[in-house]
């Protein structure tokens, strides 16, 4: 991959302090923008400021994510979310502030890519508010107790510690008494820490409820949906949905269980019945190792288009894949961009599982999403919102249909 050369900001840098990179933003801020080739170039250092101290982020991220019980690991994360980005708040709504008084903007905004950008803009100068960075700062930090309590549960079985994710394997197997020990096994475990969980969730959901209430909203749901540029529907076209499938879907779910248990000569199911195959066929064991998924995933990709398997192959020379379940990572999987770098980085908890195979091909079609837009003039164009990024990843599972 072609290394992409700074031209604004030292390279290296350290990111260590916020004193570290306020040089840069007080430049920026004090900077003149009286021309269309001044904006542009503006931006562009901006730009360039910002893949660099999200790239810093996203690695703090990462590593905290894969190994949940290293503190020094933590503890980067809690700096960056607590130190750097609370003063960087400030600073960066004053930049916006800079950006939407330049007298070239109606010129720039003639580009509909520059126009995209500048409703963004408008909308983060809407949601500012000096009193949220606190709370922000204090909600960075908290949601990740979520990953930390989830990687911490695992189960015994037969003289092995399993992870929640292994353990769930098992669920799939036709013997029902195993099925059922496991679950219970699994049930147990997952109940010691009710407690905490609850009392996460409820503080999580006062503190974002004050966070939108300071921005001017009623709830934290309209909050978030202006948060994350959601300009062409709203909660209620949600809600509407949520009708629509309880009207039309739950019927047809309710007439497939229903033959699912006549198979299997069954009234009623039971909780670890649910992954089972009706059938009795055996469950599905496509590979068993992270680098055997990663290779047969190769193939396919290739079939749909040899550039695509590139990509991957140099994420894995890049070591910028973590794919296998191991105690202490946080559950759940996600290709995390890295603006400046160009490629991305995959994080899963692989099991061997059929379900794996498609999280990694959506995560795979994230990552192809991040590789061809590397070359976007601004990190904010590669920053689409979730209905975007999904649709390269949803799009890459349904070109590879594995059922
Ligand atoms: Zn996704």
């Known amino acids: 991959m072609k290394k992409y050369r700074r031209t604004f900001v030292d390279d290296p840098l350290v990111i260590d302090s916020f004193e570290s990179i306020e040089r840069y933003l ?26 660099v ?19 020094s690991f933590q503890k980067a994360y809690t700096f960056f979310v607590t130190e750097i980005q609370p003063k960087l708040a400030p600073i960066d709504d004053q930049l916006n502030k800079h950006f ?16 995209i950008h500048i409703r963004s803009v408008k909308s983060q100068l809407e949601l500012y508010r000096e009193e949220n960075i606190p709370i922000q700062a204090y909600l960075s930090e908290k949601t990740q107790e979520y990953g930390a309590i989830s990687a911490a549960q695992s189960i015994e079985h037969n003289g092995a510690q399993l992870t929640m994710q292994k353990a769930a394997i098992l669920l799939k197997e036709q013997d029902e008494s195993l099925r059922k020990v496991v679950f219970e096994k699994m049930a147990t475990r997952k109940h010691q820490d009710d407690k905490a969980l609850n009392e996460l ?22 909050y978030k949906f202006k948060q994350m540029g959601r300009f062409d529907y709203t909660k209620e076209s949600c ?10 879907i739950v019927p047809l779910v309710k007439k497939i269980n229903e033959a699912k248990l006549e198979k299997m000569s069954k009234d009623k199911f039971k909780p670890w019945d649910t992954a089972v195959d009706p059938e009795g066929k055996a469950p599905l064991k496509p590979f068993k190792t992270g680098k055997e998924m990663l290779d047969g995933t190769v193939d396919v990709f290739n079939k749909i288009k040899p550039e695509f398997a590139d990509f991957l192959k140099t994420m894995e020379k890049m070591e910028h894949l973590d794919l296998e379940s191991k105690p202490g990572k946080a559950p759940g999987g996600y290709n995390y961009p890295l603006y400046e770098t160009g490629a991305p980085f995959i994080f899963m908890n692989s099991v061997g599982s059929q379900n794996d195979l498609t999280t990694m091909i959506h995560e795979g079609g994230h990552a192809v999403h991040s590789f061809l837009t590397h070359e976007l ?21 349904l070109l590879i249909r594995m059922d």
């Not at 939407?100 to 126009?115: C, H, I, N, R, T």
Request: glycine fraction near 2%.
């Open 26 to 51: 007080i430049e920026l801020l004090e900077r003149k923008l009286d021309s269309l080739e001044a904006l542009k170039k503006w931006l562009k250092d901006k730009s360039e400021l910002e893949a």
């Open 53 to 71: 101290i999200e790239e810093e982020m996203a690695w703090r991220y990462i590593r905290m994510s894969i190994d949940t019980t290293n503190d």
């Open 100 to 115: 939407m008084g330049a007298s070239f903007l109606s010129e720039l905004e003639k580009d509909p890519a520059y126009a």
């Open 201 to 222: 969730y409820s503080e999580l959901v006062k503190k974002r409820t004050e966070l939108a209430i300071n921005a001017g909203f009623e709830n934290y749901s309209d």
């Open 239 to 248: 809600f509407d949905f949520h009708e629509a499938v309880e009207t039309h």
């Open 377 to 397: 003039e601004l990190t904010a164009f590669k920053n689409f919102p979730s209905e975007i990024a999904e649709l390269a990843s949803m799009s890459m599972e």
